[in-house]
């Protein structure tokens, strides 16, 4: 086993780094039983009350699962909330490359697959999205907030229109980050905002049932933030 000890002040914080790793390396394989609570704890160094609580929150966190006299268990081969929150520190030019990813394909399904009520759901959240622009700011933050949620309304509704289940869940898990990348749009002046008329483009071609048209639209949606971010990206490069 290729754990080492610990010395470091955060134990439990770094307990749950050393097992977290050790799944993830696949050292530790889904539905193997992990060692016992003193074995763990006297490999790294620590107490077995530090070893339990990191157990603790790696189960919470759907990592690790402990079964009623059978052991610990690992669950799944990575740690979810650990995941996400990678995903928060990615740059914000990956998380929007990832969302375009995502939205691309969702857009190309739910011109296919779309139902009536999809199509309201879509065509409310756009509604919506406009006549939110046209509010006058009476707090600034607060306004800008809900704009940026009535956005992620019309993206989701999208998603939902796919009717494509794990494509459903894996853009709600990645929400978050979609949620900032719109909001980065938003606070950053440099960076371009996607117009109303690029989302009525978008909403458009899916109701004319063109998958290519639809995915066109998305591209374009967020064609001017990418090429932006890629541009500062390259600029500070070339600055090193």
Same mark, same amino acid.
Request: charged residues 25%; negative net charge.
């Given at each position: 086993?290729?754990?080492?000890?610990?010395?470091?002040?955060?134990?439990?914080?770094?307990?749950?780094?050393?097992?977290?790793?050790?799944?993830?390396?696949?050292?530790?394989?889904?539905?193997?039983?992990?060692?016992?609570?003193?074995?763990?704890?006297?490999?790294?160094?620590?107490?077995?009350?530090?070893?339990?609580?990191?157990?603790?929150?790696?189960v919470?966190?759907?990592?690790?699962?402990?079964?009623?006299?059978?052991?610990?268990?690992?669950?799944?081969?990575?740690? +979810?909330?650990?995941?996400?929150?990678?995903?928060?520190?990615?740059?914000?030019?990956e998380?929007?490359?990832?969302?375009?990813?995502?939205?691309?394909?969702?857009?190309?399904?739910a011109?296919?697959?779309?139902?009536?009520?999809?199509?309201?759901?879509m065509?409310?959240?756009?509604?919506h999205?406009?006549?939110?622009?046209?509010?006058? +700011?009476a707090?600034?933050?607060?306004?800008?907030?809900?704009?940026?949620?009535?956005?992620?309304?019309?993206?989701?509704?999208?998603?939902?229109?796919?009717?494509?289940?794990?494509?459903?869940?894996? *853009?709600?898990?990645?929400?978050?980050?979609? @949620?900032?990348?719109?909001r980065?749009?938003? @606070?950053?002046?440099?960076? +371009?905002? +996607?117009?109303?008329?690029?989302?009525?483009?978008? *909403?458009?071609?899916?109701v004319?049932q063109?998958?290519?048209?639809?995915?066109?639209?998305?591209?374009?949606?967020?064609?001017?933030?990418?090429?932006?971010?890629?541009?500062?990206?390259?600029?500070?490069?070339?600055?090193?």
């Amino acid at each position: 086993m290729s754990l080492a000890r610990i010395h470091k002040e955060t134990l439990v914080e770094s307990v749950i780094a050393q097992l977290r790793a050790t799944v993830e390396s696949g050292e530790w394989r889904v539905d193997e039983r992990i060692p016992v609570e003193s074995l763990l704890a006297e490999r790294l160094g620590v107490s077995r009350n530090t070893v339990r609580e990191a157990v603790r929150v790696l189960v919470h966190a759907g990592l690790l699962d402990t079964r009623q006299g059978a052991g610990t268990f690992v669950r799944a081969a990575i740690d +979810p909330a650990e995941t996400l929150r990678r995903i928060g520190r990615a740059g914000l030019l990956e998380r929007v490359e990832v969302r375009l990813t995502l939205e691309v394909e969702a857009a190309r399904l739910a011109s296919l697959r779309h139902t009536d009520q999809d199509r309201a759901a879509m065509r409310a959240a756009l509604d919506h999205r406009l006549a939110h622009r046209a509010t006058e +700011p009476a707090n600034q933050k607060d306004l800008l907030e809900s704009f940026i949620e009535i956005d992620a309304r019309f993206h989701g509704a999208v998603v939902e229109a796919a009717h494509n289940s794990a494509l459903t869940d894996l *853009y709600r898990y990645f929400a978050s980050a979609t @949620i900032d990348t719109i909001r980065q749009t938003e @606070i950053d002046q440099a960076l +371009p905002v +996607p117009s109303h008329a690029d989302h009525e483009a978008l *909403y458009n071609a899916i109701v004319a049932q063109d998958p290519d048209a639809a995915a066109l639209a998305t591209r374009q949606l967020l064609a001017g933030t990418i090429a932006a971010l890629s541009k500062v990206n390259n600029d500070g490069a070339d600055r090193l």
